[in-house]
C-alpha cells in the first residue's frame, strides 16, 4: 500500500478506522485515529503530508513547485478571474469533490485530488512542473 493510497483511506469517513488499523499493522506501532474531517493546519503540516503521499523527494519537489505557485500552499486560495480554488487551483473547484467531501476545508484531500490529477493526466508530478513551465499553467 503505497503512502497516498494509505492517506486517501484514512481520510475517508467510512474507511477511517480500518485505515487506521492497517496503518498501524503497516507502521507497526499504534496510531490514533484523527477525525476524517479534520484539515490540516498551515502550510508546513501541508508540505509533510504531500510530501508523505508523493514519496519520491524529485516528484515531491516538482509537486511543491507547482503547488507554491499555483496557491502558496494555502488551501482557500480563490482564483477571483476563473474561480480555480485550493491548493492545486482545480477548474472547476467542484472537481476535488471526487477526492472527498471536505475538498473545501481539508488540505489533505485537496492534495490527494492533485496528485492523481498530476498522475493522470501528465504521467507524474514532474511532467506536470515541466508541463507547467512552458506554459504558467497545468
Not at 42 to 55: C, P, W, Y
Request: hydrophobic residues 40%.
Amino acid at each position: 500500500m503505497t503512502a497516498a493510497s494509505l492517506l486517501r483511506t484514512i481520510a475517508t469517513p467510512k474507511k477511517a478506522l480500518a485505515g487506521a488499523a492497517i496503518a498501524a499493522a503497516a507502521c507497526g506501532s499504534l496510531i490514533a485515529a484523527a477525525p476524517a474531517q479534520a484539515a490540516t493546519t498551515g502550510s508546513g503540516s501541508a508540505q509533510a503530508t504531500a510530501q508523505a503521499m508523493v514519496g519520491d523527494s524529485a516528484q515531491y519537489q516538482c509537486f511543491s513547485n507547482i503547488v507554491h505557485h499555483e496557491s502558496g500552499w494555502n488551501h482557500t486560495a480563490t482564483n477571483p478571474s476563473s474561480g480555480a480554488y485550493g491548493l492545486v487551483q482545480a477548474l472547476p473547484a467542484t472537481k476535488m469533490a471526487s477526492a472527498g467531501s471536505d475538498w473545501k476545508t481539508n488540505p489533505t484531500t485537496q492534495l490527494s485530488w492533485g496528485l492523481d490529477y498530476m498522475n493522470e493526466r501528465y504521467g507524474s508530478p514532474c511532467a506536470a512542473w515541466d508541463f507547467w513551465q512552458s506554459n504558467s499553467w497545468y
